[in-house]
């Protein structure tokens, strides 16, 4: 099991841009690996709005450099995840909770990332990114090679956002 929080990211952004931005990310040129993103549910309320999607992303990359000889992880193709988000407009944060809903006997894979308002920009507009994520992989004496690998490829992700 792996637990990982990344440094505290930054967008040049003020909140309202991004959280307007967040509803309407996929599909886009620039995600070539989320194959389809379906809202199954949303609820709004005076403050909030939480929503429920299905999103079936491509297999980790990574993972498919691993021969196949030596793990089953390296069959996986699409993954499908549950994102739920929160917007609270009392508060100033999105919310956001993914996971994966398949392959649960292999490995899983919750991220959280919460964006709010930057309280160290006072000239310009800024948000906030906090993410976390917790990998747990069930594949015998590899798994730690694989959650090391899952997480490598998560940092890299965050790097390039």
């Given at each position: 099991?792996r637990l990982w929080s990344a440094p505290t990211g930054l967008f040049p952004y003020s909140f309202d ?41 491509q297999g980790s990359s990574i993972l498919k450099r691993v021969p196949r000889w030596l793990s089953r ?11 739920e988000s929160i917007y609270d407009r009392r508060t100033r944060t999105l919310t956001t909770y993914t ?63």
């Amino acid at each position: 099991m792996r637990l990982w929080s990344a440094p505290t990211g930054l967008f040049p952004y003020s909140f309202d841009e991004v959280v307007s931005v967040f509803w309407d990310r996929y599909p886009n040129s620039f995600a070539k690996h989320i194959v389809s993103e379906d809202v199954l549910e949303r609820t709004v309320t005076e403050n909030t709005i939480v929503t429920k999607k299905l999103i079936v992303k491509q297999g980790s990359s990574i993972l498919k450099r691993v021969p196949r000889w030596l793990s089953r992880m390296t069959e996986i193709r699409t993954v499908p995840v549950i994102e739920e988000s929160i917007y609270d407009r009392r508060t100033r944060t999105l919310t956001t909770y993914t996971r994966n809903v398949s392959h649960n006997e292999l490995f899983a894979m919750h991220e959280r990332c919460v964006y709010r308002p930057s309280l160290d920009s006072l000239s310009v507009p800024m948000t906030d990114l906090m993410r976390s994520v917790y990998i747990a992989i069930n594949c015998g004496r590899m798994s730690g090679v694989y959650e090391k690998l899952m997480l490598l490829g998560f940092k890299k992700s965050v790097s390039t956002v």
